[in-house]
């Protein structure tokens, strides 16, 4: 960086650290000095190429390569033309044959390429898509002022929450200065120990604190687009809750009353020896609360 310099007067930034390079459409450098001194009359040729350029069209280089805000500064002006979006084209392949002619323009503009017919064709394009380049502007000029509205928006909230903590910390300070005089006249005037009312006072000071640490819900904004803001969404990560491994325990029947017996006791007993054995085929039908009869199949 501290190579680069002045091709005129051959000043450079290692010489002159506050040294300001500027650049015009032709894509040459010179320094602010040499722009004041040739251009005095407004307009003139560039030093290397001979170029006519207006004094009011040098800007401030931002790349180290002064052939990249040439590219960059030939691509605004393009787009400004070739406007159009994905939406306004049938097919997807058509909108990336749009897109490879931008590409194809600024290139031959960037590198003096075909010229002539490159100017030509960017006529051309004008004069036949005039209403769509002009329904294009008036959609980017909307998106513009949507954002600069939802940008106003946010800088009026921003100062709203600078001078609501201001109030807060000056209500703080407040509340302090009031219970550190309140401390003294209790130990003044009061009969109870110092360390209770040390105690009383740290107590009341951590309930005011808490009340003053409660977050106030902001209202959400909505404007003339109907964006509404204001609106935050919490994105905090779910807390991980540490909890053991599951463990089997058999299950415990509460009666209320004599222990059930186990079927093994009661087979030996000889109380199931009443009940039937029933086949996997056979069917059955209530009859009533204490019998029911068993369809054997065909």
Not at 161 to 168: A, G, P, T, V, Y
Not at 247 to 271: A, I, K, S
Request: aromatic share 6%; net charge negative.
């Amino acid at each position: 960086m501290d190579d680069l310099g002045c091709p005129r007067c051959k000043t450079t930034k290692y010489r002159n650290p506050s040294l300001k390079l500027m650049v015009n459409v032709c894509g040459h450098t010179l320094c602010e000095s040499c722009v004041e001194l040739l251009f005095v009359r407004g307009a003139g040729n560039c030093h290397e190429c001979d170029t006519p350029l207006r004094k009011s069209n040098f800007r401030v280089q931002l790349f180290e390569d002064p052939a990249v805000d040439k590219e960059v500064e030939i691509r605004k002006k393009v787009l400004k033309i070739y406007n159009k979006r994905e939406e306004d084209f049938p097919t997807l392949g058509e909108y990336n044959d749009f897109l490879e002619e931008i590409e194809e323009i600024v290139f031959n503009l960037t590198n003096n390429v075909d010229l002539e017919n490159t100017k030509k064709k960017m006529e051309l394009y004008q004069k036949d898509n005039k209403e769509v380049i002009q329904k294009n502007k008036l959609k980017l000029t909307r998106e513009q002022e949507e954002l600069e509205e939802a940008l106003e928006v946010e800088r009026q909230e921003s100062e709203q929450r600078r001078l609501f903590m201001q109030k807060e910390e000056q209500l703080q300070q407040m509340i302090k200065r009031k219970n550190k005089q309140a401390l003294l006249d209790d130990l003044e005037s009061s009969d109870l120990p110092a360390s209770l009312l040390l105690a009383q006072h740290k107590d009341r000071s951590t309930q005011l604190e808490m009340q003053l640490e409660k977050p106030k819900p902001v209202k959400p904004v909505t404007f003339s687009t109907g964006i509404k803001m204001s609106q935050h969404i919490s994105l905090a990560p779910i807390q991980k809750l540490e909890e053991t491994l599951y463990e089997y325990q058999p299950l415990q029947v509460e009666t209320y009353g004599p222990q059930v017996p186990e079927p093994e006791m009661l087979g030996r007993l000889g109380d199931l020896n009443e009940t039937l054995d029933f086949l996997p085929n056979q069917h059955f039908v209530w009859v009533d609360k204490l019998q029911f009869l068993v369809l054997l199949p065909l």
